[in-house]
């Protein structure tokens, strides 16, 4: 799926992550509207499971303000929460990883059954 040139890197990042699991799950040959519609699903169970894991791992003094982001009634922004995460946890970049990692571990075994 393209992404406009002023996607950022953590969009990008997802995106690059759905294309390689499509390719190593042997999906990438289906048809582009399939696809299209299944990276859009796939992208919104990744940031689900990526607020769930760096949720843990919020500092208590800024979890009111994680609250208040996540909250709001309008659509959230990804970007925005990536961003405030980077800046609030240490270790973001190997709670990306070792999330996005048994994301693909488990999309995968699925797909074996």
Do not use: C, W
């Amino acid at each position: 799926m393209p992404m406009p040139a002023n996607a950022s890197k953590n969009s990008l990042l997802i995106d690059d992550f759905i294309a390689n699991l499509f390719h190593e799950a042997g999906l990438s040959k289906l048809p582009k509207t399939f696809l299209d519609d299944y990276h859009f699903r796939l992208e919104m169970q990744i940031y689900r499971r990526l607020g769930v894991a760096f949720l843990e791992h919020v500092p208590k003094d800024r979890a009111e303000e994680f609250s208040a982001l996540i909250g709001k009634d309008e659509s959230i922004d990804p970007e925005e929460i990536f961003s405030f995460l980077q800046s609030s946890i240490p270790n973001f970049e190997d709670v990306l990883k070792t999330t996005l990692l048994s994301f693909k571990e488990e999309f995968l075994a699925i797909l074996k059954q």
